[in-house]
């Protein structure tokens, strides 16, 4: 096979930063994909309806003339979210999900969750009305080793949750363990769970074997070898809960080379490239349009894109960085040679 047609893909788990940032890495993403769920963590958080509208306003008139895409919004769950203000955003289509963060678990995360109970109204009101809620799922307790802290999240914090709340859609964010592939597999049509480009081509040992290479650091952080397989055999196995977010996750080379570096990988340009290359591997390249471009969609209850987008098997070009006024992106390495174009 040379040419693969596909459905336009949306990504379910998008940076898109603001001002300067904004504007230099969301042509890339709108270059593939029709829509993507927008994260919320801003500084100050996108917490109420007015500033997603005002983000989202910001967004489209940051797109370049002619291209097409469309922001689905999120707001950023807080101990102080007004669940009145939460679901009139949602009943007048201006917010797709609402984003939990454990607070301190990952870039601009300060203001998200630590008191679990104070957030039951709201949850329970999403589940009224079927509004998704988009989890960050990992501890914050100094105690649990980092490469332990999704899995401790799913027993401790996500289970109780959607256990002491019937009927709430739960997505499963950037899953990064054989123990979500296992939980997520297990579960009923309320629970989805999105998986990253980068999660499925590195492990631990790129970060850290040979030196430290910092534009492979992200949150959560790539795990053992075992678990990176396990998320290539959910991701390519047709399963319809699994779907791409990719948290393409832009920071500039100076913040990312900091003593205290940024978490987060920017792949929004070569992401699709990867993707082909992935499936092809594993053999399963039909199934490369359910997760990039059908499952999402059926677990957000939106329609399938009509407009389409073409892979030909022809090495692509993209640039090693973006430049914005802020300074440069490192574009994600995959560190193999990548085989498939988009057209």
């Not at 080379?253 to 792949?267: H, Q, R, V």
């Not at 929004?268 to 499936?279: D, E, G, R």
């Not at 993209?318 to 300074?327: A, E, K, M, R, T």
Request: hydrophobic content about 40%; glycine content about 6%; some cysteine.
């Amino acid at each position: 096979m040379t040419t693969i047609t596909l459905a336009r893909p949306d990504d379910w788990h998008l940076h898109l930063r603001d001002g300067a940032m904004m504007r230099a890495v969301l042509p890339h993403s709108a270059a593939h994909f029709a829509r993507a769920i927008i994260m919320p963590n801003l500084v100050p958080p996108v917490v109420t309806s007015a500033q997603a509208k005002a983000y989202r306003d910001r967004i489209m008139a940051a797109l370049p003339e002619g291209m097409s895409f469309e922001p689905l919004m999120t707001l950023y769950l807080t101990e102080d979210t007004d669940p009145n203000d939460v679901a009139a955003a949602h009943a007048s289509g201006l917010v797709k999900a609402v984003k939990l963060y454990p607070a301190g678990a990952t870039t601009n995360s300060a203001s998200g969750v630590a008191n679990f109970d104070a957030v039951r109204p709201t949850l329970e009101r999403m589940a009224e009305i079927g509004l998704p809620l988009c989890v960050h799922g990992e501890v914050t307790d100094h105690d649990i080793d980092i490469f332990d802290r999704e899995a401790v999240f799913i027993d401790r914090v996500l289970d109780p949750i959607r256990r002491a709340t019937p009927g709430l859609r739960v997505v499963m964010e950037h899953i990064t363990t054989s123990n979500a592939v296992d939980y997520a597999r297990a579960q009923d049509g309320t629970l989805g769970a999105t998986i990253t480009t980068h999660h499925l081509v590195i492990n631990r040992n790129h970060i850290l074997a040979g030196g430290i290479k910092p534009h492979y650091y992200c949150l959560p952080v790539a795990k053992r070898e075992e678990h990176r397989l396990a998320l290539r055999n959910a991701a390519t196995s047709g399963a319809a809960r699994f779907f791409l977010g990719t948290d393409s996750a832009p920071h500039t080379d100076a913040n990312k080379l900091l003593p205290c570096g940024c978490a987060g990988c920017f792949t929004a340009p070569n992401t699709m490239s990867i993707l082909a290359q992935v499936f092809e591997e594993d053999g399963a390249l039909d199934k490369l349009e359910g997760f990039t471009s059908k499952n999402g969609p059926a677990f957000y209850g939106l329609p399938v894109n009509t407009s389409t987008i073409t892979l030909t098997k022809i090495p692509p070009t993209f640039p090693p960085h973006v430049d914005s006024d802020d300074g440069p992106v490192t574009v994600f390495d995959p560190g193999f040679d990548l085989t498939w174009s988009v057209q």
